[in-house]
């Protein structure tokens, strides 16, 4: 299955509310960044977590976020990063750029 983000795409992790077991961080989510990595499918830890294994899998993807976008009082170098790893349905086209698809 073709990945929907490539390499250096700009992404938004999507702000939403999420009970029980995620990997996406509160502080990441609504935060733009771009894709470092594209990495492979894996089973959904989100369905696994609750024993639900339907053989879906989902996309991996490195995503590279400014220190300063996620923390407003970072005095820290200009060009730190975090990486987070993050699942393809947590991510998002930011406002006002083309769908990957479109390309």
Do not use: C, S
């Not at 830890?45 to 220190?67: F, W």
């Not at 990063?81 to 990957?100: A, F, K, M, N, S």
């Amino acid at each position: 299955m073709t990945a929907r983000f490539a390499l250096n795409d700009k992404v938004r992790i999507a702000d939403r509310d999420a009970p029980g077991h995620v990997r996406t961080p509160l502080y990441a989510r609504g935060k733009e960044g771009r894709i470092e990595r594209v990495l492979p499918r894996f089973l959904n830890p989100e369905r696994e977590a609750y024993g639900v294994n339907e053989g879906g899998e989902v996309r991996l993807y490195r995503v590279r976020i400014e220190q300063a976008a996620l923390w407003p009082d970072y005095d820290g170098p200009a060009d730190d990063v975090l990486e987070l790893e993050i699942y393809e349905h947590w991510l998002e086209q930011p406002d006002g750029h083309r769908d990957t698809e479109g390309r």
